[in-house]
């Protein structure tokens, strides 16, 4: 069966009071529409049309590289079925349609399979029970308890307002079923909008069997239509996301202090320890420690590496072993081989960091090839641009440079060699000797202290 999933994002998001559309809103990183595009294609629709409001510009502008999406506008907000019926045109005629909600992102794949296979040749929608749902659209069944139609909030009389199933608003059927029953559709309601809850009546009264499904959880089906309502969702996926991880055995200090902001892969008995944060694709081999505070983005590291409290870690690579920070920075392209150590106050961009070398404390190593067994000393930094071009500073195996020396690359610091605490090396140093690039220090015996006037 062909599926195309119908995504309504029309809706302006006023509550919000924010220039960023609604539906462009991160939720884990990700925008709330993002989510619900995710889950059409795990869903492996065929179509995937999204109906988006007047000024939605910016909201393609952010889909433009997803050429699996098609865009139907809806430049008045005339109401669901209205939003509905803008985008049939770009359905396949022959296909089941899915109807989902651009502000409604954490609905899973695994509920929208059992809606749409329960569906099948009818209409089937998913509803909730609560205790009040009060502003939803209400589910009206009959003595015997079937679908007899979804009555409006606002529409509703006092005994209709009592009934505690709510209609989450997703629902799927044939694209040829929803095109005949949309055309009949009239806005005759309290809120002079053409309502797709109209459908179900329809599909009743052409005799047809209106089934229901619920979602696995209640937090599936919330929308966002507030800042707090995101902030509420975005907790219930974090806790989600770290029931996960405590089930594969991760052990995280506090699942209540922790975000993962993409993926977060663990080998075994890895440890994380309070308010970290994960971003895009994260990579931990087993057991690794992370120390708390700590943010990782695009990281890889391997097996037995200790990242210590406050760490900032962005696109890069960790070998096993290693001991970083704490308050260490490792910025895009810094590459890692095992045993490396690099402490406090120490950034490293675009390097590569031999096996067993390190850099303890107060140093920055940018654009450098660093070789093996090499000692890095407290405040040495590498001079990588002169203000117009980058050039790459090599460090070769078994090199000790002092504290404090300046290197002012292109460089290249020979096998074995000892850098002079304080030298400011410009030139490339002999491999096995000792270099000092510093001025002499004199004593003045003939000094005296000054003394003060009058
Ligand atoms: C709708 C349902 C209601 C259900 C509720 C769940 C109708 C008539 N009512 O309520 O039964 O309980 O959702 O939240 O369908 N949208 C458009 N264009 C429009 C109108 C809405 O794209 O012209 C989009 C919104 O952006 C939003 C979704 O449709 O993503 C729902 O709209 P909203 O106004 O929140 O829902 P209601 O119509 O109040
Ligand atoms: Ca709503």
């Known amino acids: 069966m062909k599926l195309n999933v119908v995504v309504l994002a029309a809706g302006q998001g006023k509550r919000m009071h924010s220039d960023l559309p609604k539906v462009l809103h991160p939720l884990a990183g990700r925008s709330l529409l993002g989510r619900v595009v995710d889950t059409a294609r795990a869903l492996e629709a065929s179509k995937i049309v999204i109906v988006y409001g007047h000024g939605g510009e910016q909201v393609r502008t952010a889909f433009a590289n997803d050429t699996d999406l098609a865009w139907a506008e809806q430049e008045e907000q005339l109401g ?191 440890a994380i320890d309070v308010n970290c944060v994960f971003e895009g694709t994260v990579r931990l081999g087993d057991r690794v420690k992370i120390g708390p505070n700590c943010v990782l983005k695009n990281v890889t590291v391997a097996a037995d590496t200790q990242v210590n409290a406050y760490s900032l870690l962005e696109e890069a690579t960790v070998g096993a072993n290693c001991r970083i920070g704490p308050y260490a920075r490792l910025r895009p392209g810094a590459a890692l081989a095992d045993e490396v150590h690099i402490g406090n106050f120490v950034e490293v961009k675009n390097s590569r960091i031999g096996k067993g070398s390190k850099s303890n404390h107060l140093a920055y190593v940018g654009d450098s090839d660093v070789g093996s067994k090499v000692n890095i000393g407290a405040g040495t930094i590498t001079c990588n641009y002169d203000g117009v071009n980058k050039s790459r500073t090599v460090i070769e195996d078994g090199v000790f440079v002092g504290s404090n020396a300046t290197l002012v690359a292109p460089v290249t610091i020979a096998k074995d060699s000892y850098i002079g605490a304080g030298s400011t090396i410009s030139k490339d140093t002999p491999p096995g000797q000792l270099t000092v690039a510093r001025s002499k220090q004199v004593s003045i015996p003939s000094w005296k202290p000054p003394k003060k006037k009058g």
């Not at 029970?129 to 007899?148: H, M, Q, T």
């Not at 709510?166 to 059927?173: D, E, H, I, K, V």
């Not at 309601?189 to 797709?196: F, G, M």
Request: net charge negative; aromatic share 4%; hydrophobic share 45%.
């Open 80 to 270: 669901t079925g209205h939003a509905v019926m803008q985008a049939l045109p770009l359905v396949d005629k022959d296909a089941e349609v899915l109807v989902l909600y651009g502000d409604v992102p954490l609905i899973r794949a695994e509920s929208l399979h059992a809606l749409v296979k329960a569906s099948h040749g009818g209409l089937g929608i998913m509803t909730a029970v609560v205790a009040d749902a009060s502003g939803y659209g209400r589910i009206v069944r009959d003595g015997r308890g079937r679908v007899l139609r979804i009555v409006e909030h606002k529409d509703a009389n006092e005994a209709e307002r009592a009934i505690r199933e709510w209609n989450t608003g997703f629902l799927a059927s044939s694209a040829a079923r929803l095109s005949g029953w949309l055309s009949r559709v009239k806005n005759e309601n309290a809120q002079k909008e053409y309502y797709l809850t109209d459908v179900i009546a329809l599909a009743v009264a052409d005799g047809l069997a209106v089934k229901t499904t619920h979602p696995a959880h209640v937090w599936e089906v919330e929308g966002v239509n507030s800042r707090r309502q995101l902030a509420e969702l975005e907790r219930i996926h974090q806790r989600e996301v770290a029931n996960g991880l405590l089930e594969q055995g991760v052990a995280l200090a506090d699942p209540a202090r922790f975000d993962v902001r993409g993926t977060l892969a663990c080998g075994r008995d890895v």
